[in-house]
């Protein structure tokens, strides 16, 4: 791991390189070759970030002084301006995770997360999703999150690295994806620092 990378809560400072990261590795932005290496869907105005910092749900991975990751958590309430979320709620009465059902109460909705690919494969992303799980496990015992099927580089981070488990399988907008959860109670760093 870098030595010099740090993880924590972001503030309004990052936001500048946040949306630079969200810009380069943004679907839209991407070639059809490029996306095979990760992207994210969801872009995030300067507003919509200083909202959820305020909320305590934007996380940064920062690394010589610049930001290489973020990632993004909050209620369900803050995520409905976008309209596949509020189908994922509708969904959740269906859901169960480690034996409990899945709700707009108990659960939050984690992503979307952006590491800059000079950090794939390194302990970044565990570290940041780390970062977030902590912050948010006092509010939330399961977190939720979807993953489009296209993007195969953040399934396997995340049911591989993490894992995070499939819930549930759907399709929206003419597109498919998986629903995933994880047990906001569990440390995915758990043993790594002793290998």
């Known amino acids: 791991m870098n030595s010099n990378m740090i993880t924590r809560n972001?503030?309004?400072a990052d936001i500048d390189g946040i949306l630079s990261l969200q810009s380069r590795y943004l679907y839209a932005n991407l070639s059809e070759s490029e996306r095979l290496n990760g992207f994210v869907t969801t872009?995030?105005?300067p507003d919509q970030l200083k909202t959820l910092i305020d909320d305590n749900g934007v996380f940064v991975?920062?690394?010589d002084g610049k930001v290489c990751g973020y990632a993004l958590a909050g209620s369900w309430q803050?995520?409905?301006q976008w309209p596949i979320f509020p189908y994922m709620v509708s969904r959740l009465p269906a859901l169960n995770f480690m034996g409990r059902a899945i709700t707009a109460e108990n659960s939050f909705q984690y992503g979307p997360v952006c590491i800059d690919e000079?950090?794939?494969?390194?302990?970044?992303?565990p570290?940041?999703?780390e970062q977030m799980r902590r912050s948010f496990s006092s509010r939330y015992p399961i977190g939720v999150t979807?993953?489009?099927r296209l993007n195969q580089r953040s399934y396997n981070a995340h049911t591989r690295k993490l894992g995070i488990q499939?819930?549930?399988q759907f399709e929206f907008g003419g597109r498919p994806y998986y629903g995933l959860a994880f047990d906001t109670q569990v440390s995915v760093l758990a043993g790594r620092d002793k290998k």
């Open 10 to 12: 972001a503030n309004l």
């Open 43 to 45: 872009p995030f105005t």
């Open 61 to 63: 991975a920062i690394v």
């Open 78 to 80: 803050f995520f409905s």
């Open 118 to 125: 000079e950090y794939r494969g390194s302990e970044l992303f």
């Open 127 to 129: 570290r940041l999703f």
């Open 146 to 148: 979807f993953i489009n």
């Open 166 to 168: 499939v819930v549930d």
